[in-house]
């Protein structure tokens, strides 16, 4: 094992020149859209990443967060590249060579199965592995260590998408694919900003409707994201209450004739109860429910009924929620009732939110699932499995979901965590519970590629992992198509693919508790380990059995099922059979529940969490990349404009957020697109990059009974002017990780703090707090220091006041500055470190005096225009063709596109 381990991973898959530049064809790392991508590389370095424009699901296209992936591909110490282990808690880590670290985890997994038994393991893997990883993981979980325990961040993403589809289709495959896009009549997203989240579905859905403009889009969302203001219908819905809103469309579509009731009888089962259940569901009474008038839902339900082809869209606004796999269902409903499934331009179609959710949903990477669609629950199910990986049998006893994973290890019943490609210090709900969790596990592994994430604090023992573009295997995309994932350059220090580092300890391991299991783990490449994974599909619903690297070198990205010797098959059920043992779908019964935490008159507000355009996740790729971070800097809780006022609180204010849970600081910001009474936080802003827990120190671990799946997207909230007077902003020029490094733990000292990574080109920090004079001076004196500030070019100071204002410059350009007291003068500050225009009077800027300029922020990355340059492009008259001729913003990659669509609806409102 010791010699492809270490040896074979140099040379990129490609063959290259020496010396040359060499273009390869792979996956963007990102989203569930799965776009092809060709990486050019030179050496060992990334130089170009570009759309793969023979790709079938981009063709080409890429948005702000692929364009810039090769900014991204970092070697100046965001990485992790060497095995850390500390033998216990009280000693900080130390690097060891790699097989050592493999030994010790050998060793720790061989200790704990022996003295506590398997099922005091747990895997925590991640929907952002490929599928040979996930393979591989899977088979040491279940073949070698022997627990069921094997679960991934995918319960927090796509669980209730499993649940749902298998409830109502009988399996987990989505019906639809891209191509619906161009021959949808009508479009249906509910709980999806695709504009943000599936950048280049949006392109190709805006492509559709300019080609037909009698389109329909209804977007069915508690906020009026960019998503919702580009819909013909925007249904704002009170969040968690999808099913009654849905149960009425189908109340609508049965009372108005609407429904086919020909292909009811035909292809589908249970249709009866369900209409009894929806005849209370009136549009009036959803009104009531939903908050949304029942004309619109009338109207929705005529648009998605009687237009030639529906399709749906959604996503986490569905999934993420305690009665998500019924939201699921409710969806489906209505696409059986109406036929519109199964034929172009229909059908429900989930989006994948990571790049290979779908394929561990095919490897059987949840505890819920095996390999090929089974289920670990069914005895034969599980002898098949056993059969396929050569081993006598797997484990009965059922695995913990996620959540409940973390519990276990947190009142002890769980004692070695295996963490890989995810972030669960950051990700998942309710911070606190999962941090005790952490603490109380006896042994932690976290295989990591990047060096900054909140998990690794808690680690006993780093795994380096290789990343994208280092590694090969496959993906699965949202449209049920594999591509090839292709290295393009080696990985740095000790990093491997995660699936060798699984299958090194693997071996180890057998040695240890199961020689005759060794063998089962001897794969000399990723073909290898893809072959033993397809053949678990043979005679599966998602058969690709006779599918191998050759082909897919040879013929391309292909969709499951996949026989090669038929044509495609684009679009599942086309003939109304349906996954089920009699071949007919499911209306399932099922009944509305509200969220599972109710506002009340201490915590008032619904907060929801979800995502912003350019940052990905936990940020450990994209706050790398200073065009990325450009869009929003800085992390704010918006709140409806009215909401702000009552609480007073000025735009950029400091706020306490408050849930039953947990708190934090942070600023606010005002926000048309909510409705008076919620809130909404990104996702992305973690104890890495904020003081305090997080974001998820807020939010409800309450799951739905059926996925498992938290309710992310809804917890009741206090919000409430901060007391935090004092403030301070620093800012260096240098190397983005580097300072990170620095700065970073700053964030642990003051009540609110933010790391501003990558900001103009350096590194800034912005921190609060309570007391007004003695302990913010030592600070300042201190942040001076760190900042290179003792001896500026330009100060202003009184330490009597808690004032401190220094600028240090390099010629005519500031290299570091520090604000503190009364941080005004920031804004004018960056916009000058940004490259803009030297002030007159540099010390009359520093005394707050002449224009405080506002930082403008990048709407458009591609030709870095900011929102300044386009509300004067539109103040002079400018239409979105003036905005892209003069501006050239929007002609990049488009995904800036919405945002200006709804900067000049908001300048003209009567011409959206
Ligand atoms: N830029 C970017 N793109 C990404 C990602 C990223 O991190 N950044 N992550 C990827 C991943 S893993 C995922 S899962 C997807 C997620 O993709 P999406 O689900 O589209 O994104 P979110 O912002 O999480 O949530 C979508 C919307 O759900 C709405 N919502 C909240 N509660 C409800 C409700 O009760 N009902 C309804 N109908 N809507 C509700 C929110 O207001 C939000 O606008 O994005 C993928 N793409
Ligand atoms: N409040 C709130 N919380 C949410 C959500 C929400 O909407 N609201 N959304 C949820 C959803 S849908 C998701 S999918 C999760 C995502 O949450 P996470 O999975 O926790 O987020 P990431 O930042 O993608 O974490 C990936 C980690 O893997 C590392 N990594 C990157 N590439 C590799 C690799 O090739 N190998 C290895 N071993 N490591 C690698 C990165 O450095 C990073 O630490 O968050 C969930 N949490
Ligand atoms: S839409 Fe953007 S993030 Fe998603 S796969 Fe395509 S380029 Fe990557
Ligand atoms: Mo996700």
């Given at each position: 094992m010791d010699a492809p381990l270490i040896g074979d991973l140099r040379a990129p898959a490609t063959a290259a020149l020496p010396g040359g530049i060499r273009t390869v064809s792979s996956v963007c790392c990102y989203c569930g859209t799965g776009c092809g991508v060709r990486v050019q590389a030179q050496g060992n370095r990334v130089i170009a990443v570009s759309g793969d424009d023979r790709h079938p699901s981009n063709q080409g296209r890429l948005c702000s967060k692929g364009m810039n992936l090769a900014d991204t591909v970092r070697r100046d110490g965001s990485r992790v590249l060497r095995a850390q282990w500390r033998p216990d808690r009280a000693t900080p880590r130390r690097e060891l060579a790699l097989d050592q670290a493999l030994d010790v985890a050998a060793d720790r997994l061989a200790q704990t199965i022996e003295r506590h038994g398997p099922d005091a393991i747990g895997f925590y893997l991640s929907g952002q592995l490929l599928t040979e990883d996930y393979s591989v993981f899977n088979k040491l979980a279940r073949a070698l260590v022997g627990t069921n325990n094997v679960d991934t961040n995918s319960r927090l993403c796509m669980s209730s998408a499993v649940a749902g589809y298998k409830q109502t289709l009988g399996a987990d495959a989505p019906p639809a694919c891209y191509e619906d896009l161009d021959a949808a009549a009508t479009v249906f997203i509910a709980g999806a900003n695709v504009a943000y989240a599936h950048p280049v579905l949006f392109r190709r859905l805006e492509a559709a409707r300019q080609a037909r403009p009698d389109m329909k889009v209804i977007v069915v969302d508690p906020r009026r994201t960019d998503t919702a203001a580009a819909a013909d219908l925007h249904l704002p819905i009170l969040p968690g209450t999808d099913v009654a809103l849905f149960h009425a469309m189908l109340n609508v579509m049965i009372w108005e004739d609407l429904i086919d009731r020909a292909y009811i009888d035909a292809h589908t089962a249970g249709f009866t109860a369900l209409k009894q259940r929806v005849h209370e569901f009136t549009p009036r009474a959803a009104q009531d429910v939903c908050g949304v008038p029942a004309a619109d839902i009338v109207q929705a339900a005529r648009w998605f009924a009687r237009s030639p082809a529906t399709l749906s869209l959604y996503t986490m606004g569905l999934n993420q929620s305690s009665s998500g796999t019924a939201k699921n269902a409710a969806l489906i409903h209505l696409h059986l009732a109406t036929a519109q499934i199964g034929k172009p331009g229909a059908g429900p179609f989930s989006l994948t939110g990571q790049p290979n959710a779908m394929g561990g949903r095919e490897a059987g990477g949840m505890a819920t699932l095996l390999p090929g669609h089974r289920d670990p629950a069914n005895a034969a199910d599980r002898a098949a499995v056993a059969a396929l990986w050569g081993v006598d049998s797997l484990p009965a006893a059922p695995g913990l979901p996620a959540i409940d994973m973390f519990d276990a290890a947190r009142d002890g019943r769980i004692k070695l965590l295996w963490i890989v490609a995810t972030n669960p210090a950051q990700s998942l709900p309710d911070q606190a519970r999962v941090r005790a969790a952490l603490d109380k596990a006896e042994f932690v592994i976290v295989q990591d590629a990047y060096a900054g994430s909140e998990t690794l604090a808690y680690a006993d023992l780093v795994l380096p992992a290789a990343t994208w573009p280092e590694k090969d295997g496959t993906v699965t995309n949202s449209e049920r198509r594999i591509s090839r994932v292709r290295a393009a350059i080696a990985p740095p220090g000790d990093a491997r693919p995660d699936w060798r580092l699984a299958a090194a300890v693997a071996t180890r391991l057998a040695a240890r508790i199961a020689p005759a299991k060794t063998a089962c783990f001897d794969y000399a490449d990723e073909s290898q380990v893809f072959a033993e994974h397809a053949r678990t599909t043979s005679g599966r619903d998602l058969d690709y059995s006779a599918l191998t690297y050759h082909i897919l070198d040879r013929d391309g990205p292909q969709q499951w099922p996949y026989h090669p010797h038929a044509s495609a098959i684009p679009r599942l059920y086309a003939d109304g059979r349906f996954a089920t043992p009699d071949g007919r779908a499911r209306f399932v019964d099922v009944g509305y529940a509200p969220v599972a935490e109710a506002v009340s008159a201490q915590y008032p507000l619904r907060l929801t969490t979800g995502r912003l355009r350019d940052h990905w996740h936990t940020m450990a790729r994209t706050a790398l990349s200073l065009a990325l971070t450009r869009h929003v800097e800085e992390p704010c809780l918006s709140l409806h404009p009215g909401d702000m006022q009552r609480l007073r609180l000025a735009d950029g204010a400091l706020a306490r957020i408050k849930s039953r849970r947990g708190q934090l600081f942070m600023a606010v910001r005002a926000d048309e697109g909510l409705k008076p009474g919620h809130a909404f936080l990104p996702m992305h802003w973690g104890s890495a990059f904020i003081a305090g827990d997080g974001i998820n120190a807020l939010t409800n671990p309450a799951r739905d009974p059926y996925s498992h799946q938290p309710e992310l997207k809804h917890s009741a909230i206090a919000v409430e002017a901060a007391q935090l007077p004092w403030q301070a902003m620093g800012w260096l020029k240098g190397d983005a990780a580097a300072l990170r490094r620095a700065l970073s733990p700053w964030l642990r000292r003051f009540p609110y703090a933010v790391l501003l990574p990558t900001a103009m080109g350096g590194g800034g920090l912005r921190i609060a707090v309570a007391a007004k004079h003695a302990a913010p001076v030592v600070t300042l004196q201190e942040m001076a220091a760190a900042l290179g500030l003792a001896q500026p070019h330009a100060a202003f100071d009184d330490p009597n006041r808690g004032i401190l204002r220094r600028v240090a410059l390099d010629g005519k350009t500031p290299v570091a500055f520090l604000l503190a007291?009364?941080?005004?003068?920031w804004d004018a500050l960056s916009a000058w470190a940004d490259g803009g225009p030297p002030p007159a009077s540099t010390a009359q800027l520093l005394m707050g005096r002449g224009a405080p300029a506002r930082r403008a922020r990048t709407v458009c990355v591609c030709h870095g225009v900011t929102d300044e340059a386009i509300e004067t492009g539109i103040a002079a008259g400018l239409d979105m063709d003036g905005l892209q001729q003069t501006l050239h913003c929007g002609t990049g990659c488009g995904s800036c596109g919405p945002e200006i669509a709804r900067m000049l609806a908001r300048a003209h409102p009567t011409h959206p």
């Open positions: 007291g009364d941080v005004s003068p």
